[in-house]
Every structure is written in C-alpha cells, then in structure tokens.
C-alpha cells in the first residue's frame, strides 16, 4: 500500500457492517506549518487550489496529497453534515421522540344558538324568518298607504288600508310648511240606563285633559296616553267632511274606532255598576289657538271653537263593557 492509499484510508469511521463510510472532517494545520520556506509555498501554492481553494493549504507533496484524498473521501457537503432531524434523532435517547407533540387547546363552549341541539336551532331559524318577512310586510304596507296612489294600490288599496288603519297610521303634521298651532280637546258625554231603569245623561268629560295629566311628569308615559285618542280623532276628522258625514270606505271604521274608544275610557273612569248602562254617547272637539308670544304682533282668538257630532247608539257589546284596553 502506497502513500495515497494510506492517507486516503486515515480518518474514515468504519460503519457496522465494516465497510468505510465519508471521510471525517480533520483538524485544522497547526501553526508551525505555514513556517516552511517562501519558495516552496509559492511553488506549492499553485497546485494546490483544489483542496482548499485559497492557495494557503499544506505544504509539499504531503500536503497536495492529503487534500487531493480528502476531497475524493470527503464527497458532497449533504452526505458528511447529518440534517437537523438526523442530528436530533441521535441527541434523543435511545427508545424516546425527539420532541413530543403539544396537547391540543382546550375547544372554546359554543354560545347563542349554536349551543343548541340541532332541532331547537331549526326552530330558531324558522322563527327568524317569520319575524323576518313580517317585519318585510309590515314596513312595504306602511309605505304603500304614504306612497302616492301607483298601481299596486289601486289593486291592493283595501287590504293595506285593513293592514295600516287605525293602529299604524303615519302622521305628518310637525313636519308640514305651517305646523299645527291649536290644542284639539276631545270630550265626550253619554245617555246611561240606571239600576232603576231611568235614563240621565252625563256631562261633558275632557279625555284630552286625563291624559294630559297623566303625561305630566312622567318620564315615560305610555305610547296610549300620548297618541291614542288624539290619533282616533284625527283619522275621523280625515275621512268625514265639515258636515259629519263619511267620505270613502274608511268612515264607517273610523267612527267604530273612536266610539270604542270613548265608551271604553267612560267605563274605565266610573265602572257600569256606578255609572249605569252606556246607551248612546256624543263626542265634540274643542280647538283652542295657541297664543303668539307677546313680541309677536299677531292677534289671534283665545275663544274655543266647538265641533260636536251626533249621538251614536252603543252596540251591546259595548254596552256591557265588553271593550277592555
């Protein structure tokens, strides 16, 4: 065996089975190398590019050979290095994973109506849809009886008006070019059949002044208090003309809608045991101006001004008391 086979033989870890695997990386030359004589290492210098690229390398015959044989054994750079998982493989203890896997986090409880059981959320979601497409109807039917008269309403006027009026009628007034500048009192007075099968009639009770005070520092007065009555009279006064008498369909229902409502406050104020048995009942308005400030040098009269309508006779449902709010 010659020099070459020797050298090219030093440093290689047999692997298990014996047969010679990549070459180990040597150590570093020592210092006292590179004190050869400048002539050599010029000489040597040249022909030794190809172990270390740089020129400064061994030195002599030795050298050049030396690094001839490492480049051979050595081979490529990726079969002496191990990778990251080779090297953590052979750091880990025999038997053991290199890194166990994290535990999951812990899955968040679901809330609202994903909580639910499959069927309760099927019922949610039914119930959703329907609020959903009432609300769709109830806000196309509000616009319909304010839009101006189009197609759809000469061919479904009747039903959205059975659907608006009276409970969902839109007042505009506040926002007109001259705002309403009276206080209308609705009152109303009624012909009873007493216990003793007499009849009287009451006077005149003021149900715009008994809401009025009801209202009066209440922080939170009911949605009744404030427009019920007021809203009854004002869809009367819209579909009768200045003598009293219905114009359109919507006159009669407008009178059955305010003659219930008065029937029904005369009962809640004095009960039928106490007041007698409503026959018929008479409503009025009493519109009052309301005053200029005094820097104003508008004058206008402070006089009520009456409008009374007919006696209405009671039906017997309403008579009895029937009518409850």
Known sequence: ??????????????????????????????????????????????????????GSGGSGADGSASAGARGRASGPAWAAEPGPEARSAQDAEPGTSAEPDPAPAPSQPRAGVAALSPRYQVGAALALAVVGVAAGVHLLMVFLSLAPENTVTKQHGKAVEEWVYPEFEQNWKLFAPNPLQQNIAVQVRAEVRTKDGGLRTTGWTDLSAEDGAAIDGNLAPSHTEQNELRRAWDFFVATHGADNRPVGARGSLSEQYLRRIVVMRLYRDEPADRLGVIQRVQVRSSTTNVQPPKWSPERVSDQPVYRQLSWWTVTADEAAGGVRS
């Not at 047999?14 to 000489?43: H, I, M, N, V």
């Open 1 to 54: 065996m010659d020099a070459y086979d020797e050298d090219s033989g030093a440093g290689v870890r047999p692997g298990p089975d014996g047969s010679t695997g990549a070459r180990l990386p040597e150590e570093p030359l020592a210092d006292t190398d590179t004190d050869t004589d400048t002539d050599t290492d010029t000489d040597t210098g040249g022909r030794d590019l190809g172990g270390d690229g740089s």
